[in-house]
């Protein structure tokens, strides 16, 4: 038996893509269920496996959640791996990524509004993104003119959670063609999208709400060359790393990625916890998906 571990549904419907995909993927194959993964019920050691699907609260509940991976992992096998997930949590793995040479946005992170006052000034762009470090579905992230005290405000909001905060440059590449997410399962490439962007200048989503307009895309060299290099410099950390230390393969992977001012690809988020997988833009892509699962069995 399968779990594929999610949120409550009734309270978070957002996994209506993927999910419904993925059951019909696993009918006649495999026995699969999704699980609420802080259900307190639930014996994971039943499972064989457990797959993070969309466990997209936990950055609202990290304690818990980390605390729950832990648990899991000791019980069963949590894939992608507890330690992954663990690195993965806070975005500041994309200096890590730079440091060894990866493309990346280039980002500042900041614990105090000093810091943000400081970088701020730095900051060679027109415009600016601020989230924190930890965060999903873009909660508490703004896009903002850098001459706009917004910016600082949602900083202070971001401090004020006990989190830190991440200044970005935004790329206008953004305005005209979005970003671009690959997608790898058991580190083979599988396929490609390009998300329309969420953004307004001022602080909120386009359109007053998250929404995400998607489409298939054949991604460029370039594109496939940034995605393999950011995930080659997190095979490199697997083996010099102590959180990644006896970390399983990675069963699946999305590098998203932006065109920076000067052209280049740059890695914008490595998603290895609970990503979207856009499912319904590949046909074959839930067949590869479930195959990968089941070739770990």
């Given at each position: ?25 696993f ?9 609420l ?11 064989e ?29 949590l894939l ?8 993965n ?15 990346v ?11 943000f ?15 924190p ?21 949602l ?19 953004v ?7 690959v ?13 329309g ?5 001022g ?5 007053g709400?998250y ?5 298939a895309v054949?991604?460029?060299?370039a ?12 095979q490199?950390?697997t ?7 006896g970390t ?21 988020e490595?998603e290895?916890i ?6 319904e ?6 067949s ?10």
């Open positions: 038996m399968i779990a594929l571990a999610t949120t409550d549904l009734a309270k978070q419907a957002i996994d209506d893509l993927d999910r419904p995909i993925i059951e019909r993927a009918a006649g194959r495999a026995a699969a269920e999704l699980v993964w802080d259900d307190p019920s639930i014996d994971w050691a039943k499972y496996l457990v797959v993070l699907r969309s466990t997209w609260d936990y950055s609202l509940r990290l304690t818990e959640f980390t605390s729950w991976l832990r648990d899991v992992e000791a019980n069963t096998r992608n791996s507890a330690g992954t997930v663990a690195w949590l806070n975005k500041n793995y994309l200096g890590v990524l730079a440091a060894g040479g990866v493309p946005v280039q980002t500042a992170y900041l614990d105090s509004l000093t810091g006052d400081d970088e701020l000034v730095k900051l060679d762009s027109r415009q600016l993104v601020v989230k470090s930890v965060s999903a579905g873009s909660n508490l992230t703004g896009r903002f003119e850098r001459t706009d005290p917004a910016a600082r405000e900083a202070e909001l971001i401090l004020a959670g006990g989190k830190q905060v991440m200044l970005q440059p935004y790329y206008e590449s305005t005209r063609q979005g970003e671009v997410a997608l790898h399962f058991d580190g083979v490439f599988s396929h490609a999208i390009r998300k962007p969420l953004l307004e200048l602080g909120g989503l386009l359109g709400a929404t995400e307009v998607i489409d054949e991604p460029t060299e594109m496939l060359a940034t995605a393999e290099a950011a995930l080659a410099r997190y490199e950390l083996v010099v790393d102590p959180v990644l230390a399983e393969p990675l069963l699946y992977s999305r590098v998203d990625l932006i065109e920076g001012d000067d052209g280049e690809q740059r890695c914008l490595l290895l609970e990503p979207s997988l856009f499912l833009t590949d046909d074959a892509a839930a590869r998906y479930v195959d990968v699962i089941l070739n770990r069995l």
